[in-house]
Nanobody, 121 residues
Framework: QIQLVESGGGLAQAGGSLRLSCTVTGSIFSLNAMGWYRQVPGKERELVADSTRSGGAGYAASVKDRFAISRDNAKHTITLQMNSLKPEDTAMYYC???????????????WGQGTQVTVSS
């Protein structure tokens, strides 16, 4: 069973910074893409940033140049450094991973429980 344990988040003022971390535990075979999503009530969940196994990264236009995703394959961990925060960054942030099960020959998405980020103006 794959589990994602998130930490970080909380309350920040506009212009401030927060750091989110996510560690994957369990019977890990291979982790493909890992990323962070966010969701506000009444809206669809959106991709914030993701990281490929080889280290490539992608960002939503709204966070590019402010957020940075990093990945440690050995520790099965990703972090999201969020700088120059804006009130519109307020959301529930979810960690997600595409896990490849070599025995089953298939991949599945797993999600963390979410961590709240609130940015005050």
């Amino acid at each position: 069973q794959i589990q994602l344990v998130e930490s970080g988040g909380g309350l920040a003022q506009a212009g401030g910074s927060l750091r989110l971390s996510c560690t994957v535990t369990g019977s890990i075979f291979s982790l493909n893409a890992m990323g962070w999503y966010r969701q506000v009530p009444g809206k669809e969940r959106e991709l914030v940033a993701d990281s490929t196994r080889s280290g490539g990264a992608g960002y939503a236009a709204s966070v590019k140049d402010r957020f940075a995703i990093s990945r440690d394959n050995a520790k099965h961990t990703i972090t999201l450094q969020m700088n120059s925060l804006k009130p519109e960054d307020t959301a529930m942030y979810y960690c997600a991973v595409d896990h490849w099960d070599g025995k089953a020959g298939s991949s599945s998405m797993y999600w963390g429980q979410g961590t709240q980020v609130t940015v005050s103006s």
